[in-house]
């Protein structure tokens, strides 16, 4: 088999939401620039390993699949990372959490999800496109990134493409199931300075009963339902927000804001998730039951740091 | 000022230094900003101004949480507010029509004066830039009159055109991309806030000063505007 350094992929049938996705957009949140990137940064991350790449290396986010087709131009090694989308390599079912080759003319079909909501596809050194701002990242809301520049999702006919060289071999060092939530959601927190202004039972209630991910749900923020949280700050003047905020508007009901979240915003909060716990929140479906737990800045840290030393 | 320093998330602080809007703040967020930009450097992820407060994401694998405060520390014993008359000021052509913008009358109703006046008075003082936010180079500006003070519309618009220029409350605003918006809109400006947004190079920075200039509907076509009449409020 020759496998060439060039490829690309042609989008046959573009799907509900794919978007292309890096790191993020980092250093212009003060000019009220959203941060973009993967959302389930941690799926992307591996997405781009078991190739050799670059961690940031642009890839593709596939949101809920829906029936997204690519058409292969060449042969390549792709990688498939994160939520089980029921991927189909022609006929043949593929699961996440490694690498498969492709054909020219063989086609890539995403249907539904079985197991979690966002996929990461990988290619050999990244995805081609405009760096804006100093991301690849699309945000649709601001026009900015993605394929052509401007903020755009996937479109019919847009043709993904890469020039480089996956190595082989890779494979995961765990379960990729692990980290897809189906159940036992549990978010860790860490409290903010706000905390204190929410009545004793309202904490109670946020750290002990379940809460249900809505519907309302989306690269910006995910509103969870459940008990209602009084808090004695009514709104407050806008502050920035940091990623994985859980801010608690005058209903009562938590939203937690996600990468396309807004830069300022003025509702109290109870503090913030964990990058890896806002990881897994995007990974949730409507419907599905999370936790909040409470966790320590120092904790948090060091167990985003065991995370980070996985991928050496 | 209250100068406090506040855990926000595992590698976030919140400087805050206020606990009100007020024009005299300025000073001292732009300085906090300049010196906290400059005291951190390479371990600076984010730093995102407002009103009374200046988030700060830092590098927290290359930075300990106890010198993260310690050097914040440090900037705000120093700190000594910026002239805000060095702050640029820019005069922002704007076309104030009923058609681009509906709220005229809404705001003229509530003031008990006339849609002129409503004009008049939007372009007759200088306003603050307080703080970047809710979209690339969306500037939040302020104080408006009292008089002419209105709130939010109940129902957002669903688009709001970009270059729309509207007033929530006391403060002012362009919306430079067309996106949902509740601020009751006076008009429109060919002025490119998105455009410079976008290179990184914002046209307006908090603590610039802006000032409303009233334009003809022929000027602002010439100057590039879009006439697409915007929808009244639902």
Known sequence: ?312 | MVAQIELTAMDVLMVRLFDAIDEANMGWIVAADRALREAFGEELIDLVPSYTTLMLHYDALRLDHDEAIGRIQRVLERLEPADTGLGQCHEVPVWYDLSVGPDLTRVAERAGIAVDEVVRRHCGRDYYVFALGFAPGYSFMGLVEEALATPRLKTPRRRVAAGSVGIADRQTAIYPLTSPGGWNILGRTAFPLFEHARRGEPLLRPGDRVRFKSISREEFVRQGGDTTVLESAP
């Open chain 1, 1 to 312: 088999m020759s496998v060439s350094d060039k490829g690309a992929l042609r989008v046959v049938r573009a799907g509900p939401l794919a978007l292309l996705v890096d790191d993020g957009r980092f250093g212009v949140r003060h000019l009220g620039v959203t941060q973009g990137g993967a959302a389930d940064w941690f799926s992307f991350r591996w997405a781009n390993w078991l190739l050799g790449n670059a961690l940031d290396a642009a890839a593709l986010e596939i949101v809920i699949g829906g029936g997204l087709e690519l058409e292969a131009e060449a042969d390549s090694t792709l990688a498939l990372m994160g939520a089980d989308l029921d991927a189909h390599l022609n006929d043949r079912a593929l699961s996440p959490g490694a690498t498969f080759t492709i054909r020219a003319g063989q086609r890539l079909v995403f249907r539904q999800p079985r197991n979690g909501l966002r996929a990461y596809l990988a290619v050999p050194g990244g995805l081609e496109a405009p760096q804006v701002l100093g991301s690849r990242s699309a945000t649709p809301r601001e026009q900015l990134g993605g394929l052509h520049g401007d903020g755009r999702t996937l479109q019919v006919d847009d043709k993904l493409a890469w020039n480089g060289r996956a190595v082989t071999g890779r494979r995961l060092p765990f379960d990729p199931a692990i980290n897809m939530a189906l159940s036992g959601n549990w978010l860790a927190l860490v409290p903010g300075a706000q905390i204190g202004h929410f009545s004793g039972a309202s904490l109670s209630r946020a750290f002990n009963l379940p809460w249900r991910v809505d519907d309302r749900a989306d690269r910006m923020g995910v509103r969870l339902v459940g008990p209602i949280l009084h808090c004695r700050l009514g709104s407050m003047i806008s502050e920035g927000i940091p990623l994985g905020a859980v801010q608690v508007p005058p209903d009562g009901q938590p939203i937690v804001l996600l990468n396309d979240r807004q830069t300022i915003g003025g509702y109290p909060r109870l503090g913030a998730l964990t990058p890896l716990a806002a990881a897994r929140l995007a990974q949730c479906l409507p419907g599905q039951e999370v936790r909040l737990v409470a966790t320590a800045r120092e904790h948090a840290l060091r167990t985003h740091r065991r995370c980070l030393a996985a991928f050496r």
